[in-house]
């Protein structure tokens, strides 16, 4: 099954190898938490003919090409538009209390950056949007036009991990005060005028940590992660599994300190044997996080900040 047209899927059939023991199960149900285009779930749900998918994303667009993708699947699928946090409520509707696959494949897509109007991409002129749902909620206007300079250098250092935010943050406020700011081109103007021309010259584009910064509070991705990872790993019954993909290194390390946490054993120390509540529930699948291949990146550049990571259900939690 071919994925949307322009649309790549990131380390699609490690993915699929990843999840498929579980997904081969009779009546097996995966939670696509971000199905985007639906490149990852078309290929899973080829692959496994029992399978039954649950699609979310918290962008309308993604769920209406989602929705002619898999089309072809029929009842097999059904599509809600959500933020991933939301998962207890959505299983519940639905009448799964356990899911045998859950897949994150976080961050913004492909099809959201080759979008100029979204104002995700910094290399083409759009208005400062960056909303996911554009349904409602602030901008990226709004918050750096808003934000005093403080909060706006704080959430580019913590969510963008730039070096230069204060510079940046108040080349904002002294570019406001003379009128809003409303274009990519202009932040990203700003940004380059605020960093050194040596600095400039290494890491990436400049701009980059700035609009990965603002994407996070826009849409408020590493708060609503932080409550999705821990739903998606009670939901997931004994066999099932785990598999995320993160871009940066704020959304890997979250997914790291949780996956950690329950594949390590809790007994307290100097307790003479384990205790059989405090056994591991997972089972790590990968050495730390793996990374695309070459030839992968090659083909889909986008690729290349991927970090992946998989974990299997091996203890009902106590």
């Known amino acids: 099954m071919a994925a949307a047209p322009g649309h790549l899927p990131v380390m699609r059939d490690r993915v699929t190898e990843l999840l498929s023991p579980a997904l081969a199960l009779p009546g097996a149900v995966l939670v696509d938490a971000t199905v985007g285009r639906a490149g990852h779930a078309s290929a899973l749900l080829a692959a496994h003919p029992g399978l039954s998918l649950i699609g ?29 946090d939301e998962l207890p409520r959505i299983l519940a509707d639905a009448g799964h209390p356990a899911v045998q696959g859950v897949l994150f494949d976080l961050g913004v897509s492909s099809p959201q950056l080759d979008d100029a109007g979204r104002g995700f ?27 005093p300079a403080d909060r706006l250098a704080r959430l580019l250092r913590d969510y963008g991990e730039e070096r230069y935010a204060r510079r940046i943050a108040d080349a904002v406020v ?9 274009s990519t081109a202009r932040l990203v103007e700003i940004v380059l005028e605020s960093i050194p021309a040596a600095a400039r010259r290494s890491g ?37 599994r785990i598999v995320t993909l ?29 205790l059989p509540q405090a056994r591991p529930q997972l089972r790590l699948l990968t050495r730390g996080a793996e990374r695309p291949g070459g030839d992968e990146v090659a083909a889909n550049p986008r690729a290349a900040s991927a970090r992946l990571r998989a974990a299997e259900r091996i203890r009902a939690a106590a």
């Open 56 to 84: 979310i994303d918290t962008d309308a667009t993604a769920i209406a090409e989602s929705r002619r993708v898999l089309t072809v699947f029929g009842g097999r699928v059904a599509l809600v538009q959500a933020v991933y």
């Open 121 to 147: 991409a910094y290399s083409r002129d759009a208005p400062l949007d960056m909303r996911m749902n554009q349904e409602g909620g602030v901008t990226a206007a709004d918050v750096l036009n808003t934000y």
């Open 246 to 274: 993160a871009y940066h290194s704020l959304e890997d390390r979250l997914v790291k300190r949780e996956l950690a946490v329950r594949s390590a054993d809790s007994t307290p120390p100097g307790l003479p044997v384990p």
């Open 174 to 182: 002294r570019e406001r005060a003379t009128a809003p700011l409303r």
């Open 204 to 240: 990436g584009h400049p701009a980059k940590r700035t609009f990965q910064a603002l994407r996070i509070e826009v849409n408020g991705e590493l708060d609503a992660l932080a409550r999705a990872v821990p739903a998606a790993l009670d939901a997931i019954a004994v066999g099932g």
